[in-house]
């Protein structure tokens, strides 16, 4: 198959090498000009395990190009998929202007039959828009269908090669023949490729990522309820997680939720249910749970110190909205940093490849380690708001030996508090009293 892939950011990146790797022929573009140099040479903008060496491979076997020319890839390619980025506005609403432009161009550019898929995360009718702003620009025949994408950030190309399903909305047998020989190579354990109507397809991404921030949202409030009423969340967590109409999946308390999808496909879908004319009732609380949420380890620390942190150091470690990831958008790091240097503490951080963007936003207001030990000696507490594998078993006698005061504010209880406390440690975490 020939493939262009507009947009190399997160989503168009991934989704292109993945297709390259089944032998398609993929033309990734993007109007940033930096990037596709750095790409051509060799750099990967973006942090996801096993996405270098991918990429790699596939240019040297020839089926995997960068460029900023999106004639060329539409030309060349069957297949026209929409992978550019639609971030909030300041009302909520998906910004699909660059959606809305490179619809345009790819009319302008047409020589014949076209597929063009939307990849995007985009509100429903967006798919039925773009068909009609190519139709403007051209009279050659093509088809329109929506393709979400279901990819985690830090397991991208496990979810790609080996999806739980495909959802593809179109209505044309055709297009439901070619979608599905695509995606026929990361199916054959026999997990469904799911045909649908185009709105429904575009819906289902924003549902489905809607009910998870739902379950992280109402985690946390359980947990803030277990630390009301001395009960352990943890346990309650396994009680609920038990139950398999339930199931143990994103109940885990913490910080709150960020990363590029869920708080912005939250606001989404509660933007476009009003202008359908349907106010949602449940996620708008869920949304505020999560701003809530940041809050709270900030405000333990606070509270903690009786209201005096200036001058106090305080050593974070984790900085990215989830581990595995550089990922810095909405993440809780940025609330809980904001918080800290308001009231005057001074704060030195820690992340395994998370620093580069963190400086992007805070520049040098805070310090930064080059390993996990180095932001603490002297410091008044550790708080830990990234769950990254080699936090889990640290040298609890040499954190210990290095702070000037030992205690952990634990975001993501991932440390057994009975034993800090017999190691002599203050341990708060969340959803259990100290």
């Not at 992280?216 to 803030?224: G, R, T, V």
Request: proline content about 4%; charged content about 25%.
């Amino acid at each position: 198959m020939k493939i262009c892939m507009i947009g190399t950011g997160y989503v168009g990146l991934v989704t292109g090498t993945c297709f390259a790797e089944t032998g398609n022929d993929v033309i990734c573009v993007d109007n940033d000009a930096e990037k596709i140099k750095l790409l051509n040479e060799g750099h990967v903008p973006i942090y996801e395990p096993g996405l270098d060496e991918m990429i790699k491979h596939n240019v040297s076997e020839g089926r995997l190009s960068f460029t900023t020319d999106l004639a060329r890839g539409v030309k060349e390619s069957l297949f026209v998929f929409i992978a550019v980025g639609t971030p909030s506005s300041d009302d909520g609403s998906a910004d699909l202007s660059s959606v809305w432009s490179v619809g345009r161009e790819i009319g302008k550019h047409m020589n014949g039959y076209k597929i063009v898929v939307t990849k995007s995360t985009v509100p429903v009718g967006t798919t039925e828009r773009v068909k009609a702003i190519i139709a403007q620009e051209t009279k050659d025949q093509f088809d329109v269908a929506s393709n979400p994408e279901f990819l985690k950030e830090g397991a991208a190309i496990d979810d790609f090669m080996k999806p739980d399903r495909v959802v593809v909305g179109t209505s044309d047998p055709r297009v439901t023949e070619l979608m599905k020989e695509l995606y026929e190579p990361f199916v054959r354990t026999g997990k469904p490729i799911l045909i649908m109507d185009i709105r429904s397809s575009e819906l289902t991404k924003y549902a489905a990522n809607a009910m998870l921030a739902t379950r992280i949202s109402f985690m946390n409030e359980m947990a803030n309820l277990c630390e009301k009423l001395g009960a352990d969340v943890n346990l309650v967590r396994r009680g609920m997680g038990s139950d398999p109409r339930i199931g143990s999946s994103f109940l885990f308390p913490g910080v709150g939720y960020g990363g590029s999808c869920f708080p912005k496909d939250v606001k989404a879908i509660i933007k476009f249910g009003l202008e359908a004319g349907y106010a949602m009732k449940i996620l708008p609380m869920v949304e505020e749970v999560n701003c809530l949420q940041k809050r709270m380890l900030a405000e333990k620390v606070i509270d903690y110190f009786k209201g005096n942190v200036k001058g106090k150091k305080i050593a974070l470690w984790g900085l990215s909205f989830k581990p595995k990831t550089d990922d810095m958008r909405d993440a809780p790091a940025i609330e809980i940093i904001n918080l800290l240097l308001s009231a005057g503490a001074v704060i030195e951080a820690f992340d395994p490849v998370a620093a580069k963007e963190t400086k992007k936003i805070f520049g040098e207001r805070i310090g930064y380690g080059t390993k996990n030990y180095d932001v603490l000696k002297d410091a008044e507490a550790l708080l830990v708001i990234t769950e990254w594998n080699e936090f889990r078993e640290p040298d609890f006698e040499k954190i210990k030996s290095l702070m000037k005061n030992p205690v952990i504010f634990d975001g993501r209880n991932i440390y057994d508090g009975k034993k800090l406390n017999e190691k002599g440690f203050t341990y708060f975490s969340i959803g259990k009293k100290p």
